[in-house]
């Protein structure tokens, strides 16, 4: 039962297949309540796939999610967020033409309730709330530290900030897991080390990572356990010492 | 040069009512790519429900302006309530299906809303009964009515509600952030039928008050007047950038100014051979030479690839 309760999320069996090709094959994977877990693998095995089964922008055909213990639907995108999964993406997503605290405050749609005649009649419940969403997002940019370009349109903000940026409007949807798909991607060293500082600042404040990545380095130094991933199969998963030396993930990696 | 400054003031007038059915496809455009024909019949019925109340509290001996108000409210919420049945009924079954599909669908739409309407409110011209003393101001030989006032400054406040409303509300920003990204703004918890319905009950509530502006402005109505006030309304759109609120505001007064400006002046241009009558042709030509030479229009960013 102890074990039960620390899992978070487990992947079932979970087969995703275009056309003839298979892109994920019986993928099962459990992510334990806390932990940063890193899905690698080579391009094109599987791991943004995954993601968007799981996020619900795909319908898997075989398998299912089970999330804190409750089975997930197979394509509500919106369903996926209410239960606590939030995401962010590799080619990064933001609504360009919204400033940045605009953007981390459509993140906070989801925790608040005011509709439209709160809108237009703007009741002190409303305007309550409305203030206290601005003031959540602000602690948010500040968070992951770009609080000084909060009045800034998202699509002139630097790249390293954009990504920042949707980690933030992730979080604002107070999920339990946090999925990051390849948050590094483009990023050079200063960068990449500040991400690494938030990504283990946000676990310490309580919420589980899911991290796709390409940069094994920066996997290997942060995650507390490895999935790999190799034409839409999981061939190991384990602490990083072990499947660094795994046999299969450098024949994956380094043949073939 | 009176002639300059009246066609201006009429122009005006027009053009606030052009931007108010304006901002109602450009809402449900931005948001689901949907060119909705049948608003401009949204806004016939808006004005045909105004009438009927305002016709049978005629002699209740309330104050007129009361009337009206009364006669404006009611038609607003029928709007409203006809634009979100539109969309639940006739839009929301095709959200997944080929452009041309739901395209299809507004324009039957149309031609279903007017046929109604013909039925109901029969098939010949309706004297709009006017609730407000008219009254005639003179400024340097041009002249207006406070019936005119009255449409532009509260077509004014209503732009102005409705920037506030997208701008800085939740609501708001979930709009803009479903019109730029479904798929994103579902993953941040936006119900994104809701966004959806509300476009549409705001675009008719829009369209609403713009048909009873109409109705009071040239105390007439006819079933059939939805179809030119939404094809004019719907260069507006198209002018300003459709998909773009602003654009659709200044697309509107633009098209008023231009239509009222060639009307005035379409006689001495063509040695009287054509006569204001033939205002028309100007709207048209303004969205011919747009969608030529900038179609995406005076505001718009997204390049055509909506149809």
Same mark, same amino acid.
């Given at each position: ?256 | ?19 108010? @059915? ?19 019949? @949204? ?265």
């Amino acid at each position: 039962m102890a074990e039960q309760r620390q899992i978070l999320l487990a992947a079932h069996e979970v087969a995703k297949h275009f056309g003839g090709v298979k892109a994920l094959h019986d993928v099962s994977l459990t992510i334990h309540r806390g932990e940063i877990y890193g899905l690698i693998g080579p391009n094109g095995a599987g791991k943004t796939t995954f993601f968007n089964c799981l996020t619900g922008l795909y319908r898997n055909e075989g398998g299912h999610f089970v999330f804190d213990g409750v089975k997930l639907a197979a394509d509500a995108p919106h369903k996926a967020a209410a239960v606590g999964i939030a995401r962010t993406f590799q080619n990064i997503r933001l609504f360009g033409n919204m400033t940045a605290i605009e953007n981390v405050m459509v993140g906070r749609h989801l925790r608040t309730r005011a509709g439209v005649f709160g809108a237009i009649s703007r009741n002190p419940a409303t305007r309550a709330e409305e203030a206290a969403i601005a003031r959540r997002a602000d602690e948010l940019l500040h968070y992951v530290g770009i609080q000084e370009r909060a009045h800034d349109y998202a699509r002139h903000l630097s790249y390293g900030d954009q990504r920042r940026l949707e980690i933030a409007r992730a979080l604002a949807t107070e999920p339990k897991l946090l999925a990051l798909d390849e948050p590094a991607a483009g990023m050079n060293g200063t960068e990449t080390e500040a991400l690494r500082v938030l990504v283990e600042g946000i676990r310490r404040d309580g919420v589980t990572v899911l991290l796709i990545e390409h940069d094994v380095k920066l996997v290997m130094g942060l995650c507390d356990r490895v999935a790999v991933l190799d034409y839409g199969e999981k061939i190991c998963e384990d602490v990083p010492a072990v499947v660094q030396r795994d046999p299969r993930v450098i024949e994956a990696y380094l043949g073939g | 040069m009176d002639t300059l400054l009246q066609q201006l003031i009429n122009g005006l007038t027009l053009g606030a009512v052009y931007a108010l @059915v304006a901002l109602g496809y450009t809402m449900v455009y931005g948001i689901i790519g949907l060119i909705n024909f049948a608003h401009g019949e @949204v806004v016939m019925i808006g004005t045909m429900v105004a009438f009927t109340v305002i016709v049978s509290l005629a002699g209740s001996g309330m104050p007129p302006l009361l009337i009206l108000s009364v006669g404006l409210l009611i038609a607003v919420v029928a709007c409203m309530v006809l634009g979100w049945g539109l969309e639940r009924v006739a839009y929301r079954p095709l959200r997944h299906a080929p452009r041309l599909t739901p395209l299809i669908t507004a324009i039957g739409m149309s031609i279903v809303l007017q046929n109604v309407a013909m039925i109901i409110w029969g098939r010949n011209y309706i004297t709009f009964p006017p609730m407000i003393d008219k009254r005639i101001y003179e400024v340097g030989g041009a002249s207006f009515t406070n019936v005119q006032v009255a449409i532009v400054v509260l077509a004014a406040l209503v732009m102005i509600g409705l920037t506030y409303l997208v701008q800085r509300t939740r609501m708001g920003m979930a709009m803009r952030a479903t019109a730029q990204n479904q798929h994103v703004a579902l993953l941040m918890g936006v119900d994104i039928d809701r966004v959806i319905a509300m476009a549409f009950i705001i675009g008719s509530a829009l369209g609403a008050l713009a048909g009873c502006m109409v109705g009071s402005y040239y105390e007439i109505a006819h079933y059939q007047m939805g179809f030119m006030l939404g094809l004019k309304a719907f260069t507006a759109a198209v002018l300003g950038g459709i998909g773009n609120m602003a654009g659709a505001m200044a697309g509107g007064l633009l098209l008023g100014i231009i239509e009222a400006l060639g009307a005035g002046y379409i006689g001495d241009l063509t040695g009287n051979f054509l006569g204001s009558h033939y205002q028309d042709i100007f709207a048209f030509m303004v969205l011919i030479i747009v969608l030529m030479f900038r179609p995406s229009g005076l505001f718009g960013e997204r390049t055509g690839d909506r149809a």
